[in-house]
């Protein structure tokens, strides 16, 4: 999306039977952070921004790798961030504390503690003899490098609420990890698990997948439209308020002209994915990034796992 104006003819009037023209800025995708400021969504603002200052990876399309978008990898430590996006922020969202809820009863399951043992088993199950502190220090990027115990998806639906979660992150995992002590025998490995901690991991990208690109939403100065027909709405009402203006308000020129600009920057916009790798492509810059919330931390009563080598 360019920078280019829209040209829009004002009607002719007597003192000026010929028209004039009034040329607007177009909306554009870096107006999006400056547009989530004005409607309350600081975590949103900020990630965007952190993506346009970003440089692209050195793949074909400047994108992520496949193998970090499927966790197979972790990201270069200049492709995270993991300041911006807080637990207590997180949790601040009802749906956030629906899963931290989940997991915090399933952090041991079956599945967990198997995950658990493989984690632990990687790591440690090389060592005959010692005693080990296993913590990650608030950092959700070496808990995941180390291996979560359990997971859940927070998902968003079409019709959901518009909000700064859903504008920061749209869908994107709840982990829980374990710390405690691990000690190490000829023929096992024991764990204690001392308390279990929940972080956010997402991958922040425009990489479509399909033959069609993701829609982000229609937006203008003001945000986002609350749907498509509230865009289509407003679009339509742009028109026939730039006609009501010339024929019964006794303006000159200059305020038919600024009041023209003024409807013209109320126009909603489709954004697509499409839209920021093409701004990539253009521009040789915007980096896809992966998002990591520090750890919220709960202490549990310790737990003891026995796992044979």
């Known amino acids: 999306m360019s920078d280019v104006v829209l040209k829009s003819t004002l009607t002719p009037s007597s003192q000026n039977p010929q028209g004039t023209t009034a040329q ?13 400021d004005k409607m309350g969504w600081p975590i949103s603002a900020k990630l965007m921004r952190h993506w346009f200052q970003g440089m ?15 966790h197979a990898q972790m990201p270069p430590a200049q492709y995270m961030e993991e300041t911006i996006v807080t637990y207590e922020w997180l949790i601040g969202f009802s749906r956030v504390v629906r899963a931290r809820n989940d997991l915090r009863t399933a952090w041991n399951n079956p599945q967990a503690t198997r995950l658990i043992r493989r984690n632990i088993l990687r790591k440690f199950g090389q060592y005959s003899s010692g005693c080990f502190p296993l913590t990650f220090n608030g950092q959700g990027s070496k808990a995941e490098a180390f291996g979560y115990a359990n997971s859940r998806s927070v998902t968003f639906d079409t019709f959901d609420e518009l909000n700064d979660l859903r504008g920061a992150l749209a869908n994107f995992n709840l982990r829980v990890t374990v710390e405690g002590t691990v000690n190490a025998f000829p023929d096992k490995v024991t764990f204690i698990a001392e308390r279990i901690g929940f972080y956010a991991e997402d991958a922040y990208d425009f990489n479509d997948e399909g033959l069609l690109s993701q829609p982000l939403g229609y937006w203008n100065f003001d945000g986002i439209a609350q749907g498509v027909a509230d865009s289509l709405s407003n679009n339509a009402n742009i028109g026939y308020e730039k006609v009501k203006v010339v024929v019964t308000a006794p303006f000159t ?3 038919v002209e600024q009041r023209f ?3 013209e920057s109320k126009r909603y916009f489709l954004i697509t994915n499409s839209d920021f790798v093409a701004y990539r492509s253009r521009h040789r810059k ?13 202490t549990i009563t310790p737990i003891a796992f026995e796992f044979a080598k």
Do not use: C, H, Q
């Open 286 to 298: 915007g980096g896809d990034f992966v998002v990591y919330s520090n750890i919220g931390y709960e």
């Open 56 to 70: 692209p990876w050195g793949t074909p399309s400047g994108g992520m790798t496949a193998e970090v978008k499927s």
């Open 261 to 263: 600009k003024d409807l």
């Open 24 to 36: 607007v800025r177009l909306f554009k995708i870096t107006d999006i952070p400056a547009a989530m």
């Open 253 to 255: 020129d200059d305020d």
